[in-house]
């Protein structure tokens, strides 16, 4: 079992930047494959970045160049990267681990979820 917090959301002027952590538990993570996803308003859960345990990384075109996933398997935590933000970013977001540990773009694809966290960036 994981279970996964996320923190570091938060209001933000449009170019401006912000870095989310997803903090993990259970003695597995390194071995996961992480991902983010996103959900704005009255729209569905979208992918935006992954990372397997080996550290390749995979992003959605709406947020290559602008965001950087990354992970720390020593503090067992997810980042998140945020830079350049547009109101179109703006949404919850979430992490997700999956026990296979190569990458996924897909949500079902994944076996454990945070909370989310709230993203807004103001225009």
């Known amino acids: 079992q994981v279970q996964l917090v996320e923190s570091g959301g938060g209001l933000v002027q449009a170019g401006g930047s912000l870095r989310l952590s997803c903090a993990a538990s259970?003695?597995?993570?390194?071995?996961?494959?992480m991902g983010w996803f996103r959900q704005a308003p009255g729209k569905e859960r979208e992918f935006v970045a992954t990372i397997s345990w080996a550290g390749g990384t995979v992003y959605a075109d709406s947020v290559k160049g602008r965001f950087t996933i990354s992970r720390d398997n020593a503090k067992n935590t997810l980042y998140l990267q945020m830079n350049s933000l547009k109101p179109e970013d703006t949404a919850v977001y979430y992490c997700a681990a999956r026990s296979s540990g190569f990458v996924h773009r897909e949500s079902y694809a994944y076996n454990y979820w945070g909370q989310g966290t709230q993203v807004t960036v103001s225009s």
């Open positions: 259970g003695r597995t993570f390194s071995s996961y494959a």
